[in-house]
């Protein structure tokens, strides 16, 4: 396959570098690993995961040409998720240290809200459209390309994001007490609505 695809192997390096990286959704998965056990950031990893690769195949049909012909869009998205981070920012800086717990439900953000995500991300849209134009090529495997830099996008990232659940889940160990616990919300909180609100600032 390679003779036929020599973009490939450069998208590994870049699928790994664009996924293990820190974002939204690595911040939002350690978070949550660490606050309710790994088993509450799975949904969180497969949903985000799976968003992103579909993103990939949809914009190699072309389905991603919008956001170039209308910037209007690309801002409505934006703030979109902007409001939307922000929002689970909040939530996750008054949480109730007290009575967090493996049932509690109030700011999880869970597989449709991780896939969700993505979908109102400009930046993941912007990507998809980078991996295509960069390495898909052009001619008659072009459509055969595009299904495999989704299918590895997709495998590449859930370990990345899965190395982020396993920090997060350690790191409960150093979070018994409800003010370690309180100063790890907040923390996070901020790390998010600063990841959110990057793009907005360094764009104006």
């Known amino acids: 396959m390679l003779s036929t695809f020599p973009t ?19 911040i939002l998965v350690l978070s949550n690993s660490a606050r309710f056990g790994l088993s509450a950031a799975l949904p969180i990893i497969f ?7 579909s993103l990939v195949l949809l914009v190699g049909v072309g389905a991603g040409s919008s956001l170039t012909r209308w910037p209007a869009l690309q801002s409505l998205m934006q703030w979109l998720g902007v409001a939307w981070l922000s929002y689970l920012a909040w939530q ?9 717990s493996a049932r509690d439900q109030a700011s999880r953000l869970g597989l449709l809200g991780a896939a969700s995500l993505q979908w109102i991300n400009p930046k993941t849209w912007m990507m998809a459209l980078a991996v295509v134009s960069v390495f898909a090529g052009a001619g008659e495997d072009r459509f055969k390309h595009v299904l495999y830099l989704s299918l590895a996008f997709f495998l590449i990232s859930l370990p990345c994001l899965g190395a982020w659940a396993l920090l997060g889940a350690g790191s409960s160990r150093w979070l018994r007490s409800p003010l370690a616990m309180q100063r790890f919300n907040r923390g996070m909180a901020l790390l998010l609505l600063g990841s959110a609100w990057s793009s907005v600032l360094v764009k104006g």
Not at 92 to 100: D, L, N, T
């Open 8 to 26: 490939f192997l450069p998208f590994l390096m870049f699928a790994f570098v664009a996924a293990i990286t820190p974002g939204p959704t690595n």
């Open 92 to 100: 996750i800086f008054r949480a109730p240290v007290s009575v967090i």
């Open 47 to 53: 949903g985000a995961c799976a968003s992103a690769a």
